[in-house]
């Protein structure tokens, strides 16, 4: 069973809901929520945000962040998962923005780099994700990464472990669990 069968079986649980905001992804994450018999229970939709233009106008990403910190950021990501969870009115959001390949890297902002945000009961955690494997590798890599952190923070908060508040958690190396 894939973890996206798993946060299918615990966002039921919550009776929560769950939507996506997309870009180097294009769809992916959605894709295989909504593989899972059942799914329309919890997922309620997604926005692929893959221009700047559609992540200003659909999200509510601030043209300031993009243009200082690019689409492809920590502070991107957070505006466009608060921006989806708004829009679509969920207890659970997901966005991702990266550079897949196998172009469009720079020095400052390599191929395979790609940013991740999860929020779920008012916590978010941010997650930089680094390293080219080839375009459809760098997209799977993504959207499992993704699944594994929104169940995580599902688990930890239903424990108990993670409810200290609405702060970002965040870690440069993918340590984003407690």
Known sequence: MGVEFEIGELLRKESASLAVAESCTGGSIAALITSVPGSSTYFR?????????????LLGVSGQTLDVYGAVSRETVVEMVCGVRRKLRTDAAIA????????????????????????????????????????????ERSVQTALTVL?????????????????????EKLACYR
């Open 151 to 171: 169940r995580d923070l599902i688990v930890s908060l239903k424990s108990g472990k993670g409810d200290s508040g609405g702060e970002i958690i965040f870690d």
């Open 45 to 57: 939709g997604g926005i692929i945000a893959y221009s700047d233009e559609i992540k200003r106008l």
């Open 96 to 139: 991702v923005s990266g550079i897949a390949g196998p172009g469009g890297g720079t020095k400052e902002k390599p191929l395979g780099l790609v940013w991740i945000a999860v929020t779920y009961k008012g916590k978010t955690v941010v997650c930089k994700q680094e390293g080219d494997e080839g375009r459809r590798a760098n997209i």
